[in-house]
């Protein structure tokens, strides 16, 4: 007997903890980015699920990459270096994860391999495609849509 795949719940594109976690930070740091006083972690853990240390990982790693700028002292914190609208889920996704190198294929291989390589290729170009496509302002003004429409509970 033939075990039946079920692949509409497959998925091609991994999400990394460590990927989300950043998200997540931006997004908090991008929801106060009109605020004067800077985010310190705490504050961002206290809204987003992130453990404390990969949170100062994920900072420092963002911060090197001048996404976000650190400001020391008793008001210090994190805020965000650049607009929302100028930061990518494809910059987020690239530093995080790391670039990775274009396939290397083999000249003539075989035309077998030669059409896989095609296919793969253009899989992951619509998924760049997507994550170029979408900013952190983006990302925020769905989330504020999403709690907008949220229950409405009256006494």
């Known amino acids: 007997m033939r075990k039946e795949l079920n692949i509409h719940n497959y998925a091609l594109l991994d999400l990394s903890s460590k990927v989300e976690y950043a998200v997540l930070a931006l997004l908090e740091l991008a929801s106060h980015k009109g605020e004067k006083a800077p985010l310190t972690m705490s504050e961002i853990t206290d809204k987003q699920p992130i453990p404390d240390r990969y949170l100062e990982q994920i900072l420092a790693s963002l911060r090197r990459a001048g996404l976000v700028k650190s400001q020391r002292g008793s008001r210090g914190g994190f805020v965000l270096a650049r607009e929302p609208w ?15 190198k274009e396939g290397e294929h083999i000249a003539s291989t075989t035309p077998e391999k030669d059409l896989i390589y095609e296919i793969w290729d253009e ?7 997507v994550l170029r ?4 302002q983006d990302l925020c003004e769905q989330l504020e849509a999403r709690r907008q429409q949220g229950p409405m509970y009256y006494i």
Do not use: H, P
Not at 123 to 129: G, L, S
Not at 133 to 136: E, H, V
């Open 86 to 100: 100028q930061i990518t889920l494809l910059e987020i996704v690239t530093l995080m994860e790391g670039e990775r």
């Open 123 to 129: 899989a992951n170009a619509a998924c760049t495609k």
């Open 133 to 136: 496509r979408y900013t952190l």
